[in-house]
């Protein structure tokens, strides 16, 4: 599958798979932090697929349908230029627990329902894994994964309805984290945008058309009126647009004075 860059100049195409490709993708997704020292805090991306009328599901519980194979590939390579890559608990239950191939995982759970989590079994290396949830059900994920390498990291103000992105933000920057990617769901994504803690959004649109069952960012930016302009005025800066032949667009989005 031959993949192109147009924007922000025209490349010549890749051919996704190659080893030649990789190293494009490095290129063309390199680590928002950049050389050592360029910064002094923890940038995020946020990285997501949707319909071409928004929708991140097309219907389905997952994502996946509205992927492909380069999606994947990019995915890959954003991965790569990260130290942690964030998740909600929803999420890992849908679509099944993937560490990263380098740094670790940080999964996020508002929810009472321990059992619902990965199984420590099923972990390959628990040691990658770092659990975030609200601090009253922090004893009981300790004890479902003891002696299995799992970090598990209580979150100080977080709610059922609304996890605290300051203090996860905090969290993975005391641990190292300089680079952070946020993979969703939905909800997790636009409560790290409701926050102001999104650098760059990377955004796959797949050329179809949904029902829009599950919007792009869930719930977490509705019920703004005119009068609310914290988000609604918003520009972004279009760093990068990427095209395959299938019709997929890949764009990376900058957020302004970030």
Known sequence: MKLTRVVPEPSSSIDVGTPEARESLAEWYPRLS???????????????????????????????????????????????????????????????????????????TRGTDVASLPRPESLTDGARLLVLCAADTAARVEAHYSASGVTVEALSSSSADSPDVDDIVRILAERGARDIVCEGGPSLAGAFVEASHVDELCL???????????????????????????????????????????????????????
């Open 204 to 258: 796959t649109t797949s050329p179809v058309l949904a029902a829009r069952a599950l919007p792009l960012f869930g719930r977490a930016l509705e019920g703004r009126g005119p009068g609310d302009r914290s988000h609604d005025d918003e520009r972004l800066d279009l760093r990068q647009m990427l095209v395959d032949e299938a019709g997929f667009v890949y764009a990376r989005w900058g957020f302004r004075d970030r």
């Open 34 to 108: 950049g050389s050592a020292g360029s910064t002094a805090r923890a940038l995020v991306r946020v990285n997501l697929v949707a319909s071409i009328d928004g929708d991140a599901s097309a219907g389905g519980a997952t994502s996946d349908s509205l992927s492909s194979r380069v999606d994947r590939a990019i995915v890959g390579a954003i991965r790569r230029a990260a130290d942690v890559v964030v998740t909600g608990a929803a999420t890992v239950r849908a679509e099944g627990l993937i560490l990263p191939r380098s740094g670790h995982l940080a999964v996020v």
